[in-house]
């Protein structure tokens, strides 16, 4: 499980072909790799990912076929620039929301508007999880904990205050770019819930 808080950014290094999946290298910023075991999980843009080896600064990481369907981790280049945070550990604090680090789909980058210092970003879901996109609830948007301000139809409007503009790669969007989306754990799961309890009723 992770927060939704960003520790620190990296740098793609490596996109290896092997036979239809990808192994990822990526140097970890200022991440402590010290602290990080092989078979620990990092969140890489809000993908959950498992560290296979570690070679000085950078650590490798295999990627599905399933998370490149499901992700933008196959689109990006060496060099592009990531989000990071480690796998929480007892006693963290959780500074975000819980994020289980399983993206739910790419969403899109509609708009971007100063407001005062902040920006506020404007994106679109697939029609499968705007319902649970809620207006003050959780979001996590390229592993970032967001409060979703507004919700319309397909779309949604959060903000971004200087400090994330600058500590994580979403001051880098422009319009028409992708975005990991994890809908809020517990919506996943009240929805679940509501349906086999509606279900139950009809039998």
Same mark, same amino acid.
């Given at each position: 499980?992770?927060?939704?808080?960003?520790?620190?950014?990296?740098?793609?290094?490596?996109?290896?072909?092997?036979?239809?999946? =990808?192994?990822?290298?990526?140097? @970890?910023?200022?991440?402590?790799?010290?602290?990080?075991?092989?078979?620990?999980?990092?969140?890489?843009?809000?993908?959950?990912?498992?560290?296979?080896?570690? &070679?000085?600064?950078?650590?490798?990481?295999?990627?599905?076929?399933?998370?490149? @369907?499901?992700?933008? %981790?196959?689109?990006?280049?060496?060099?592009?620039? &990531?989000?990071?945070?480690?796998? %929480?550990?007892?006693?963290?604090?959780?500074?975000?929301?819980?994020?289980?680090?399983?993206?739910?789909?790419?969403?899109?980058?509609?708009?971007?508007?100063?407001?005062? $210092?902040?920006?506020? =970003?404007?994106?679109?879901?697939?029609?499968? %999880? @705007? $319902?649970? &996109?809620?207006?003050?609830?959780?979001?996590?948007?390229?592993?970032?904990?967001?409060?979703?301000?507004?919700?319309?139809?397909?779309?949604?409007?959060?903000?971004?205050?200087?400090?994330?503009?600058? @500590?994580?790669?979403?001051?880098?969007?422009?319009?028409?770019?992708?975005?990991?989306?994890?809908?809020?754990?517990?919506?996943?799961?009240?929805?679940? =819930?509501?349906?086999?309890?509606?279900?139950?009723?009809?039998?």
């Amino acid at each position: 499980m992770f927060t939704g808080i960003i520790v620190a950014t990296g740098r793609l290094t490596a996109l290896t072909d092997k036979g239809g999946d =990808l192994e990822l290298g990526i140097d @970890a910023g200022d991440l402590d790799l010290a602290t990080v075991r092989l078979g620990d999980s990092i969140s890489v843009q809000g993908a959950c990912l498992t560290v296979t080896r570690k &070679v000085g600064t950078e650590f490798f990481a295999d990627v599905s076929r399933e998370t490149m @369907a499901k992700t933008t %981790l196959g689109v990006l280049g060496v060099g592009s620039r &990531v989000n990071l945070e480690p796998s %929480l550990k007892a006693g963290d604090a959780l500074g975000g929301h819980l994020v289980s680090g399983h993206v739910d789909a790419v969403g899109k980058l509609l708009e971007v508007h100063a407001d005062a $210092r902040s920006w506020r =970003l404007v994106f679109e879901v697939p029609e499968s %999880l @705007a $319902r649970f &996109v809620a207006p003050k609830g959780s979001i996590c948007l390229n592993g970032v904990s967001l409060t979703v301000n507004d919700v319309r139809g397909r779309g949604f409007d959060v903000n971004i205050i200087p400090h994330t503009h600058r @500590a994580t790669t979403l001051g880098e969007l422009q319009p028409g770019d992708g975005v990991n989306v994890e809908i809020d754990v517990i919506a996943r799961y009240l929805d679940r =819930l509501l349906a086999s309890s509606a279900g139950s009723q009809q039998r």
